[in-house]
């Protein structure tokens, strides 16, 4: 299957970046790494990356430059821009240095993220689960909106992408993304058609050959159904998605009622946000490197619709080429 005999979609978006397919690969943590980036991007589509998944921002800027001798189209990364990450300065100083042409946002105020991004020529869209969020985003000069419903894998909104798409769109004046269980091309088209510029599917390109995971995460993906995704507050205090597994259910999905307490109370709630981003981010780390019985797999309910590992580049083209059967094979 071959990307070039696949013919573009046009939209808002891939007008705005420059691509022939409205696909995001999702920036996920400790998945996304430059062979996946550089192989959604030369797809057509847009390879996206946390700044976090390296160690350090030197360690951040060399990968980008690797991206950049990968493929010679465009590609995003993910900052988040709240006080818990320590790194957003020097990230953003990075991306501005080397002109990443798409910044995602997440967790936070972008206001900085966008004046510096723009001042250099690149785009930022910021991750939103709600209206309120996206018209400030909108207002602060944001090109566009990565609207998170729920099905989403990692954290995912609680509204309903049925909902989500058209309300954004019928509120906002920039392109909307469409993010939450999308992993068929036939989900690409009702997208589109519920008014997104374009999708961000994640889940799908866990299970691809340029993924940084270990096997057993990959096998988890294509033997997990949709019942099998739960929301856990155990890993960044806020929920998050993730595979059951028989860890995840001895851990319990809700907050001790001691966590609870401090994660409410003004005095405590920064700290215990940063302690637990960390032990989540240290769970994680262990469960995609290798073998581990802390079996933390993020993941969104676009599991169910996942049956094989592919080359990521086939995924893209497998997405278009349906996404064009389905627009043919609608009732007139």
């Not at 998944?53 to 189209?73: D, G, L, P, V, Y």
């Not at 729920?150 to 920039?174: E, Q, R």
């Not at 992993?183 to 599917?201: H, M, N, P």
């Not at 096997?215 to 099998?228: H, R, T, V």
Request: hydrophobic residues 45%.
């Amino acid at each position: 299957m071959s990307q070039s005999s696949v013919r573009p979609i046009s939209t808002a978006f891939t007008q705005l970046l420059g691509c022939d397919y409205p696909i995001i690969g999702a920036p996920m943590f400790l998945v996304s790494n430059a062979e996946l980036v550089s192989a959604v991007s030369s797809a057509g589509g847009i390879g996206a990356a946390p700044s976090l998944n390296w160690r350090t921002s030197a360690e951040f800027r060399e990968q980008i430059r690797k991206i950049k001798r990968m493929t010679n189209r465009p590609f995003g990364i993910n900052l988040i821009v709240n006080q818990a990450n320590p790194r957003v300065a020097q990230d953003l100083e990075v991306c501005v240095e080397e002109r990443v042409p798409l910044v995602i946002t997440s967790l936070g105020n972008p206001k900085e993220t966008i004046k510096r991004m723009h001042a250099v020529g690149g785009k930022v869209f910021c991750d939103v689960t709600n209206l309120a969020y996206a018209k400030k985003v909108e207002d602060l000069g944001a090109d566009g909106v990565v609207a998170v419903a729920s099905g989403a894998g990692g954290h995912a909104g609680p509204i309903s992408p049925l909902v989500l798409i058209p309300y954004l769109k019928k509120h906002l004046k920039i392109p909307v993304v469409a993010a939450g269980g999308i992993t068929t091309g036939d989900q690409v088209a009702a997208a589109i058609a519920l008014g997104a510029s374009a999708v961000q599917i994640g889940t799908r390109f866990i299970a691809t050959h340029e993924s940084a995971v270990d096997q057993a995460y990959k096998n988890a993906i294509l033997n997990a159904e949709p019942e099998d995704i739960v929301m856990t507050k155990k890993i960044s205090g806020t929920p998050a998605a993730v595979i059951r597994t028989p860890y995840i259910e001895k851990q319990g999905l809700e907050l001790n009622p001691v966590e609870a307490f401090l994660f409410k109370h003004p005095q405590t709630k920064k700290y215990m946000k940063m302690i637990r981003a960390y032990l989540g981010s240290k769970a994680l780390e262990k469960a995609v490197a290798g073998p581990t019985w802390k079996e933390v797999w993020s993941a969104g309910q676009g599991v169910g619709l996942i049956d094989k590992i592919m080359p990521a580049a086939d995924v893209v083209a497998e997405l278009v080429e349906d996404y064009y059967k389905t627009c043919e094979q609608l009732p007139r």
